[in-house]
C-alpha cells in the first residue's frame, strides 16, 4: 500500500506539470468539444479519472462530477471546491446504477492495462440509452507517457465493448483522423461517442 500511495504522489506531481498552455488548451479547447459529446445524453455528466480537474470537471465544475482512484488528486479537487470523490480499492464507483447521463474518459484508458471493470462500471452508473465519451491519445502522445499501458487505434475503439454502440469517432484538435499527424503531435487525440444499448 506503501508503494501505491508513492506512485499517487508521484502522480499528482506529474499532474500538476501541465503547462500554461496545456490549462488553457484543456480549458478552452478540448473540454468544451467533450463536453458537447455529452449534451445529446442528457445534463449529469461524470468524469472517470478526473485527475486534478483540468479536464471537463474543472471547466465545468456545476455540471461534472468526477472520479478517481488516487487519493491526492481527489483531495486536491475537493480543496478546489469540485465535486469529486474516491473510487475503492475494488473499483467500484461509489455511485448508484444509472445515475448519470454520461461518462467522460479523458485520457484514461490507456493507464489501464485491464479495462473490464471500468467499463463494466461505466455501463452500470449510466442511464439506458446514456453516453460514453473515450478520449486516447494518438501515437507521439501515447509515447510521451511511461504509464501508458494500451495503444488504442481506430479498430480496437471500434470493437471495444458490443454493449455500447459507436455513434462518432474523431480526432482533437483538428476533427479529422490522420496517421502521421498522430506520429508527431502529443496533443493529437481520437475521441469516441458510444451509446449504451441496453
Not at 25 to 48: A, N, W
Not at 129 to 142: D, H, Q, T
Amino acid at each position: 500500500m506503501a508503494g501505491e500511495s508513492e506512485k499517487f504522489k508521484e502522480y499528482f506531481s506529474h499532474l500538476t506539470q501541465i503547462s500554461f498552455l496545456g490549462r488553457i488548451y484543456k480549458k478552452y479547447i478540448s473540454s468544451p468539444v467533450l463536453l458537447s459529446c455529452t449534451r445529446q445524453f442528457g445534463g449529469r455528466v461524470m468524469e472517470v479519472g478526473c485527475g486534478i480537474g483540468s479536464g471537463v470537471l474543472g471547466a465545468y465544475p456545476e455540471k461534472v462530477t468526477g472520479l478517481d482512484i488516487n487519493t491526492e488528486v481527489v483531495e486536491y479537487c475537493q480543496s478546489m471546491g469540485l465535486k469529486a470523490q474516491l473510487i475503492g480499492d475494488d473499483g467500484i464507483f461509489p455511485v448508484k446504477n444509472n445515475q448519470f447521463d454520461s461518462c467522460v474518459l479523458d485520457n484514461v484508458l490507456e493507464h489501464v492495462s485491464a479495462p473490464a471493470m471500468i467499463l463494466d462500471e461505466c455501463y452500470r452508473v449510466t442511464k439506458q440509452g446514456g453516453g460514453l465519451i473515450i478520449v486516447v491519445p494518438g501515437e507521439a502522445g501515447y509515447r510521451s507517457d511511461l504509464d501508458h499501458k494500451v495503444f488504442y487505434d481506430e479498430e480496437r475503439l471500434k470493437t471495444l465493448d458490443a454493449r455500447w454502440k459507436l455513434l462518432n469517432l474523431f480526432s482533437i484538435p483538428f476533427f479529422f483522423k490522420n496517421k502521421k499527424i498522430s506520429r508527431i503531435l502529443k496533443q493529437y487525440c481520437l475521441v469516441v461517442v458510444y451509446k449504451k444499448l441496453i
